[in-house]
């Protein structure tokens, strides 16, 4: 195991009666280890229809292309500002700008709230005149699972499709069937299965953890754009992004799923690390591609 996967340590077992405040507690502990933005990042607090949240660009954005973004967080933790490190250097390799979507947080706000936020913020860039095929979907952790909740619920919604979406290490079954749940139990130094359990049990209190909305496995992938998706061998949730790959095979998407072999979850939030960099050039590559072919240098 790499150093600095080491040095980040298990948290000790979450009792069942934990509360909100303590789950927050860790995921905070998470966030605070990602590496901060680039010197070059400018961030924009706005507002996208009734979506709240902040633009995001570095030098080599273009105007012409566009990442809405969707923080981790468990669904009850996280924001632009804990997410703004990853999120401008994905806009660096990307060569794009991207809104980072401040969605509803539970329990506050139970499901599908911080989902119906997404989905206003896509409807809203089409209403500002931005074409379906400049506008590429991403998240992490719960925001990948609400990345492709989004997807369905364009879809169903007979909206125009983006041109892509691509996940780092999505969370997108909260029912916990994915055998690497146990079988990276004592590999995964970032997740727990009692942090996943209790925190979608804030998230959905007594709705179906295997509504599609909420669990996109559970949905049919018909029609959907190209995918990418990178996931870390020693998480927890590494089958929840293989079998995305499943699901998109049997649709007939393109889809690219790639697991980095000895990594944690989310590991593209520290840069310095040789799997980060080609995982998110990769990411980049994907997002050049399939938005486009504008590399004009322009901030928002």
Not at 194 to 214: E, I, N
């Amino acid at each position: 195991m790499a150093k600095w996967q080491s040095a980040i340590g298990r948290a000790p077992r979450l009792e069942p009666d934990a509360d909100i405040s303590e789950l927050r507690q860790r995921y905070s502990a998470i966030f605070q280890r990602y590496a901060p933005p680039p010197a070059d990042a400018k961030f924009q607090e706005a507002q996208l229809g009734p979506a709240k949240g902040e633009w995001v660009s570095v030098d080599r954005s273009s105007a012409s292309r566009v990442i809405l973004y969707f923080h981790g967080g468990g669904f009850i933790a996280g924001s632009p500002q804990t997410h703004r490190g990853l999120v401008a250097r994905l806009c660096d390799h990307g060569f794009a700008r991207a809104f980072s979507v401040a969605y509803r947080l539970a329990p506050e706000y139970l499901f599908p709230a911080g989902l119906r936020d997404c989905v206003d913020a896509y409807r809203a860039l089409l209403q500002k005149g931005i074409e379906p095929s400049a506008i590429v979907l991403a998240g992490d952790d719960a925001g990948g699972g609400l990345a492709f909740a989004a997807l369905l619920a364009i879809r169903n919604g007979n909206m125009p499709m983006p041109a892509a979406c691509l996940a780092m290490s999505p969370w997108i079954d909260l029912t916990h069937s994915g055998g690497s749940i146990t079988a990276n139990a004592r590999n995964d130094q970032t997740l727990s299965w009692d942090l996943l359990f209790l925190t979608a049990r804030q998230y959905l209190k007594k709705q179906s953890p295997a509504d599609p909305y909420a669990s996109p496995l559970y949905a049919a992938f018909r029609d959907f754009p190209p995918l990418m998706v990178h996931g870390g061998s020693q998480e927890i949730l590494k089958d929840d992004a293989s079998r995305i790959g499943d699901k998109a095979a049997e649709a007939d998407v393109p889809v690219s799923v790639e697991i980095y072999d000895g990594m944690q979850h989310v590991f593209q939030a520290y840069p310095d690390v040789q799997e980060a960099k080609v995982s998110l050039q990769r990411l980049g590559q994907f997002i050049r591609q399939r938005s486009g072919r504008v590399h004009a240098s322009a901030a928002q």
